[in-house]
């Protein structure tokens, strides 16, 4: 697996599907489960990075009254 910066929003999203697998079988010693829920919590970091910026960048293209297209940021 690529390290967490790299990770698009799919492959962190899997890793983090991967972690709650391993997770929930409950075969892991207690220090494994640490480890993997730090790693679930660093890609759980990055894919809400990822999706702020993602928000942030998403514009809506419209028409003033003249015809003319113009951008306005996207409001939730």
């Given at each position: ?12 999203m ?25 790693k ?10 990822l999706l ?6 998403i ?18």
């Open positions: 697996m690529k390290k967490g910066e790299n990770l698009s929003f799919e492959e962190s899997e890793g983090l599907e991967d972690i709650v697998n391993e997770l929930e079988k409950g075969e892991l010693s207690l220090d494994d489960m640490m480890k993997k829920f730090k679930g919590m660093e890609l759980s970091k990055h894919c809400s990075t702020e910026e993602a928000e942030k960048s514009t809506i293209l419209l028409k003033d009254a003249d015809g003319e297209m113009k951008e306005e940021e996207f409001k939730v």
